[in-house]
């Protein structure tokens, strides 16, 4: 009898500590966080991710080709629909906009995309430890590519 008391007991003390040791593992998963480099589905961009505001910003930190061949300087955002901003270097340009954290591990908000100087609704997401999907739509037609992690 003792023998069964301490079973049940020890069943009891299980079951009460299993939601207290799952909260920070579910923490952990939750908080997924994209920050680091990242080089993009054709190669052609780093983009830096880190934290701001609540939420994260991504930078354009290097290019494959960072000389335009057509003018001899540094690659410019001149498919920017403000003429303001055509003549700002592609490196350093900031590409996420609103990117705060959604549900379901991902991250919500607008990309600019410097190819046809439009900016979409976007969602970013940790595919694993150095995969990052990144998706972005016009209307109902979505898209998406995989970036890589550079280094660690």
Do not use: H
């Given at each position: 009898?003792?023998?069964?008391?301490v079973?049940?007991?020890?069943?009891?003390?299980?079951?009460l500590?299993?939601?207290?040791?799952a909260?920070?593992?579910?923490r952990?998963?939750g908080a997924?966080?994209p920050?680091?480099?990242?080089q993009t589905?054709?190669?052609?961009?780093?983009v830096?991710?880190?934290?701001?505001?609540?939420g994260?910003?991504?930078?354009?930190?290097?290019?494959?080709?960072?000389?335009?061949?057509?003018?001899?300087?540094?690659q410019a955002?001149?498919?920017?629909p403000?003429?303001?901003?055509?003549?700002?270097?592609?490196?350093?340009?900031?590409?996420?906009s609103?990117?705060?954290?959604?549900?379901?591990g991902?991250?919500?908000?607008?990309?600019?995309?410097?190819?046809?100087?439009?900016?979409?609704?976007s969602?970013?997401?940790?595919?694993?430890?150095?995969?990052?999907?990144?998706?972005?739509?016009v209307?109902?037609?979505?898209?998406?590519e995989?970036?890589?992690?550079?280094?660690?």
């Amino acid at each position: 009898m003792v023998c069964r008391s301490v079973l049940v007991a020890a069943m009891l003390a299980v079951l009460l500590a299993a939601p207290i040791l799952a909260a920070p593992m579910a923490r952990a998963q939750g908080a997924a966080d994209p920050s680091g480099v990242w080089q993009t589905q054709a190669g052609d961009a780093r983009v830096k991710i880190s934290k701001c505001g609540g939420g994260i910003c991504g930078v354009i930190v290097s290019l494959r080709e960072p000389i335009d061949p057509s003018t001899g300087r540094p690659q410019a955002d001149n498919k920017n629909p403000n003429p303001a901003l055509t003549a700002r270097p592609i490196i350093g340009l900031p590409l996420f906009s609103g990117m705060r954290p959604g549900g379901g591990g991902k991250w919500a908000g607008q990309i600019y995309n410097a190819d046809d100087g439009g900016t979409y609704a976007s969602s970013i997401s940790l595919a694993g430890p150095d995969t990052l999907k990144v998706e972005g739509c016009v209307g109902a037609l979505c898209g998406g590519e995989t970036w890589t992690r550079v280094g660690r």
